[in-house]
T-cell receptor, first 115, second 111 residues
């Protein structure tokens, strides 16, 4: 009964070729997050949606975009992947976004490789 | 420069108590401190969350001093399956609010 599902688990793309990663949730949570995690590093928040309200982190490159067509789905688009974008991409949800750092439910990630 | 730091690694033996500390000297005033466990090729899993003093659940305890600039995750009687990376997550308040994971502590539990 997976609650946050990321597809695919592994994605290979070519340098400069746009790629989209997907995330779905069955928790009906208001907030969805995208993190980038490089090898042996902590996850780094890229952006999050609170309902339809998009919140970008100041240091997230413009190359990264996101879409949330409905409550259940969220997509991460990388417009022109570079070699430095190879990483695990994690999707997470939380019920709310109130100051209080609500517990997040993570998917198992998509590992992106760039050729 | 705001930083959320943890020891890089810790070793323990089965049955021992393990305490992992996170330093978060720029934590946002009203924010909780949350700890996660991560196994290889999986997403982080929520362990415990607290605001101040002590919180305990079925798997761990969390100790937070009055100044909230650090927190300690306590795992009682660890087993081999507790070998994982442990992260604290806090909201930092500098010029703006930002969610920051600690640097992570790789725990190795030996038989």
């Amino acid at each position: 009964d997976a609650m946050v599902i990321q597809n695919p688990r592994y994605q290979v793309t070519q340098f400069g070729k746009p790629v989209t990663l997907s995330c779905s949730q069955t928790l009906n949570h208001n907030v969805m997050y995208w993190y980038q995690q490089k090898s042996s590093q902590a996850p780094k928040l890229l952006f999050h949606y609170y309902d339809k309200d998009f919140n970008n982190e100041a240091d997230t490159p413009d190359n990264f975009q996101s879409r949330r067509p409905n409550t259940s789905f969220c997509f991460l688009d990388i417009r022109s992947p570079g070699l430095g974008d190879a990483a695990m991409y994690l999707c997470a949800t939380s019920r709310d976004r109130s100051r209080g750092n609500q517990p997040q439910h993570f998917g198992d990630g998509t590992r992106l490789s760039i050729l | 420069l705001a930083k959320t730091t943890q020891p890089i690694s810790m070793d323990s033996y089965e049955g021992q108590e393990v305490n992992i500390t996170c330093s978060h000297n720029n934590i946002a005033t009203n924010d909780y401190i949350t700890w996660y466990q991560q196994f290889p090729s999986q997403g982080p899993r929520f362990i415990i969350q607290g605001y101040k003093t002590k919180v305990t659940n079925e798997v761990a305890s969390l100790f937070i001093p009055a100044d909230r600039k650090s927190s300690t995750l306590s795992l009682p009687r660890v087993s081999l399956s507790d070998t994982a990376v442990y992260y604290c997550l806090v909201g930092e308040k500098d010029s703006s609010y930002k969610l920051i994971f600690g640097s992570g502590t790789r725990l190795l539990v030996r038989p």
